[in-house]
């Protein structure tokens, strides 16, 4: 059997510790989550996937019962309602499929809460590496803390090296040495002390390094995901570690005071080196063709990050999207977007593109307010103009029920400019005016003449509000699969 596995990292339940001093009334930080795990196979004929569960700490799996798979079917697991997981609070989880197997992992605030806050979603991991890297991480700044996973993917203990850096220093805030069995994972909250050690207003970045328990010449491959919750809010999103960097980031989108509610996206670059300073320039396009602006090299120090919003070089109002560059030593970078109303949003910087693309969890609610709706930008990454993109949106039973053409021969789409698509411009709802519900699960594919990226959003209005907070929303990356 030809076997394809994706890793995906999963918080479950997770009741984090509390934090003094804190009003813990509306805190994302403290809420219990549970969660589901969607997923879609692009394959032409039918499968076969198994999910195992691995409790932290823990190298004996809990194996589910296989589900089958029809070609192109999209589907979600409620995580919270499998009886067979028992006791089992938090951990990781191994997808295998004889067909090749796509998946998102949604975190979303345990009932009664389950409206009331954001959702936290990031793509699953199809491989790992001995070094992964996370731009960003935070102990009570900026309104928000971190909460960090890593899963050993080998099957023998690992010894995972973890390093924070603050902001500006090449001296580690935190070094230490976990261990961790085969299949199970590490889950570090930035305010539990018995993981780490990070002072009040911690702002940096992180480097893992992962090995054989007992022998550091054979290294051990591990994935990594990151949250960040609003300390004393409702904000909560979530993103990938990822295993390594390059001289060119493409961001998919970029927005300064946009759609008026203010939508702004932050970027934190990080330079994975930890011996070379990284010479870093960004360049920002909108969605016509243009480049409108860029900023001054900044050097960034071994293991450093450097933050960048997009509205310190060009002018209000903008959507596009944008390229990082780096001399010296090669970068990662995860995008931030937020607004006026509520919306908090995480994804991950790519370094390079796809000519197939999938994104497995697409949505589309008759009325904002009601449900969940999904919006897609795509941006081309490739040398020359693509001139033929379809996006195929495909429901729970494998159905394609519509084909949007992005980009043709007689309206291109240039080298680093992006272009959206969702259900509804697709012509891909049913009769209530819904995508992705009845039948449950819904996905596409974005096929491509040019490599592209693919960001998508998960957004939901509130009506009535909660405060302030009128909107939720997420981001999570599409996956590159083979055509």
Not at 21 to 36: D, F, L, Y
Not at 184 to 192: L, R
Not at 351 to 370: E, F, L, N, Q
């Amino acid at each position: 059997m030809n076997v394809q596995r994706i890793r995906v990292f999963l918080l479950i339940g997770i009741i984090s510790v509390g934090l003094t001093g804190i009003a813990q009334a509306q805190s994302a930080t403290n809420q219990v989550w549970t969660s589901s795990i969607t997923y879609y196979t692009p394959s032409d004929t039918p499968g076969t996937l198994m999910i195992s569960f691995y409790p932290e700490g823990s190298d004996t799996p809990i194996t589910l019962p296989s589900i089958s798979l029809a070609p192109h079917k999209a589907g979600s697991l409620f995580v919270g309602g499998v009886s067979e997981l028992g006791s089992f609070t938090r951990g990781s989880a191994i997808l295998s499929s004889d067909v090749p197997v796509v998946a998102t992992y949604v975190q979303f605030a345990a009932p009664p809460e389950t409206n009331n806050y954001g959702r936290l979603i990031y793509s699953g991991f199809d491989n790992g590496a001995p070094t992964f890297y996370v731009p960003t991480f935070l102990k009570r700044q900026f309104g928000s803390t971190s909460l960090m996973g890593i899963q050993n993917l080998e099957n023998f203990e690992a010894e995972i090296r973890v390093r924070f850096y603050a902001v500006g220093s090449s001296t580690p805030t935190d070094d230490r040495t976990y261990t961790v069995p085969g299949g199970s994972s590490i889950i570090i909250p930035a305010h539990d002390t018995s993981k780490v050690s990070l002072p009040d207003g911690f702002n940096g970045s992180v480097v893992i390094q992962a090995n054989r328990r007992g022998d550091s010449s054979i290294p051990a491959r591990v994935v990594a995901s990151a949250q960040e919750t609003d300390d004393n809010g409702r904000g909560a999103y979530a993103f990938e570690g990822v295993a390594s960097g390059a001289d060119r980031i493409y961001m998919a989108t970029m927005l300064c005071n946009a759609f008026g509610t203010n939508q702004t996206s932050y970027y934190a670059i990080q330079n994975i080196s930890l011996t070379s300073t990284a010479s870093v320039r960004v360049f920002f396009y909108d969605t016509n063709g243009n480049q409108i602006g860029q900023t001054p090299v900044q050097s960034v120090g071994p293991g450093n990050k450097w933050s960048v919003n997009p509205c310190s070089y060009i002018s209000s109002g903008v959507s596009g999207s944008a390229v990082i560059s780096a001399t010296g030593a090669p970068v990662v970078a995860i995008g931030k977007v937020k607004d006026n109303i509520g919306m908090a949003t995480a994804f991950v910087g790519q370094a390079a593109g796809g000519t197939k693309v999938v994104a497995p969890y697409i949505r589309w609610a008759a009325t904002p307010t009601s449900e969940w709706r999904t919006y897609v930008a795509i941006m081309n990454v490739g040398t020359g103009n693509a001139t033929d993109i379809k996006v195929y949106y495909y429901d729970g039973n494998g159905t394609l029920r519509a084909t949007h053409n992005v980009a043709t021969a007689s309206n291109p789409l240039p080298p680093f400019i992006k272009r959206n698509t969702n259900p509804q411009a697709a012509g891909a709802l049913d009769a209530g005016g819904n995508f992705g519900f009845s039948p449950p699960g819904g996905a596409i594919e974005v096929i491509s003449d040019q490599p592209v990226v693919v960001i998508v959003r998960a957004q939901r209005d509130l009506s009535p509000p909660l405060g302030s907070v009128q909107r939720f929303a997420e981001d999570y990356n599409g996956t590159i699969v083979t055509p």
